[in-house]
Each structure stands twice: as structure tokens, then as C-alpha cells.
């Protein structure tokens, strides 16, 4: 399975962006598929995940401004983001993801992701 994630680019604060991932297998099959956020000099982290049965998760910092979405259809996933801040800035992966005992586990090799940079 490959993913690729396209979508970011530079946008000022307040502004929004909405970001695609299209996944070469049938994610449907997959547990749960999420959108992961690594900041310069930060390791990556999770921001929003959603499990094949539509239930949602979100990084507290992005709650009520981040909404992850996908399309089972088109095998894609998507995260509009609004409200964008600076720190929202670093590179954007997806993945599909294992959920094993409350923990989501990514399962494939990391694309390149997409660069967001907000700027103030």
C-alpha cells in the first residue's frame, strides 16, 4: 500500500487549507486511517483519525478547528483545516492505521508528505 498526500502550501494565519491523501489499497480495511503532523525539529504526532466505522479522533490542538474526512469510494482521506496558526506548520503525513489496545498504530512506510507553513 502507498499513500501520497498532497494539498498543503503556504497560507497566512486564520487562512485554510485542505489536504488529500489517496491510498493505493482499499482502506476500508484498515481499522482506521490518520493524518500525522511532524514540526521542525519535533517528532511526529497524530492530529485527527477516523476508524472505518466514522468515529473520530483529534489532537487537542486542533479540536473544533481540524475535520478529517474519507471517501471509502476513492480510498482517500481528506483534513480541511481552518482557523490555520503558525504553529500548525510542519509536514503532513496520512497512514492507515491498526488500533491495538487503544493505540493507533500507523502500518505503512511514510511518504513524503505535504509542507503547510502558517505564517503570522
Known amino acids: 500500500v502507498q499513500l501520497q498526500a498532497f494539498g498543503g502550501g503556504l497560507v497566512q494565519s486564520g487562512g485554510s487549507l485542505r489536504l488529500s491523501c489517496e491510498v493505493s489499497?482499499?482502506?476500508?480495511?484498515?481499522?482506521?486511517v490518520a493524518w500525522y503532523r511532524q514540526a521542525p525539529g519535533q517528532e511526529r504526532e497524530l492530529v485527527a483519525g477516523?476508524?472505518?466505522?466514522?468515529?473520530?479522533k483529534y489532537d487537542d490542538s486542533v479540536k473544533g478547528r481540524f475535520t478529517i474526512s474519507r471517501d471509502n469510494a476513492k480510498n482517500t482521506m481528506y483534513l480541511q483545516m481552518n482557523t490555520l496558526k503558525p504553529e500548525d506548520t510542519g509536514v503532513y503525513y496520512c497512514?492507515?492505521?491498526?488500533?491495538?489496545?487503544?493505540?493507533?498504530?500507523?502500518?505503512?512506510?511514510w511518504g513524503q508528505g505535504t509542507q503547510v507553513t502558517v505564517s503570522s
Open positions: 489499497g482499499v482502506i476500508s480495511t484498515f481499522d482506521a
Open positions: 497512514n492507515v492505521n491498526l488500533i491495538q489496545w487503544a493505540t493507533w498504530v500507523p502500518l505503512m512506510s
Open positions: 477516523i476508524t472505518k466505522d466514522g468515529d473520530t
